[in-house]
């Protein structure tokens, strides 16, 4: 079974800067996209980034030409480059990945437990 780890979360005024990251871990799996999502209070989950196996990206509206994200192979890992933050950028920061359980011989879409993300003067 795969696991997803997000980290890199917390308090930083308007205007600064976060990293986020997702690791995952397990073995003899591929995957195939991981998608970045973040959720405030009372309102619904938004899609904020998307990054394929190939490398291709999308972003959300309200994160693009702020929002960056990449991936590291090599670590199994991908991050999300937040600059410019604003206080609308508050909320849980959950990464999601899809892709191929080798051993289990099926796909999978597994999510991390999240980060929180404060943007407050």
């Known amino acids: 079974q795969v696991q997803l780890v997000e980290s890199g979360g917390g308090l930083v005024q308007p205007g600064g800067s976060l990293r986020l990251a997702c690791v995952a871990s397990g073995s003899n799996f591929k995957i195939d996209a991981t998608r970045w999502y973040r959720q405030a209070p009372g309102n619904q989950r938004e899609l904020v980034a998307t990054i394929s196996s190939g490398g291709i990206t999308n972003y959300g509206d309200s994160v693009k030409g702020r929002f960056t994200i990449s991936r590291d192979n090599a670590k199994n890992t991908v991050y999300l480059h937040m600059n410019n933050l604003k206080p609308d950028d508050t909320a849980a920061y959950y990464c999601?990945?899809?892709?191929?359980?080798?051993?289990?011989?099926?796909?999978?879409?597994?999510w991390g437990q999240g980060t929180q993300v404060t943007v407050s003067p």
């Open positions: 999601n990945a899809f892709g191929f359980d080798y051993g289990l011989r099926q796909q999978f879409l597994y």
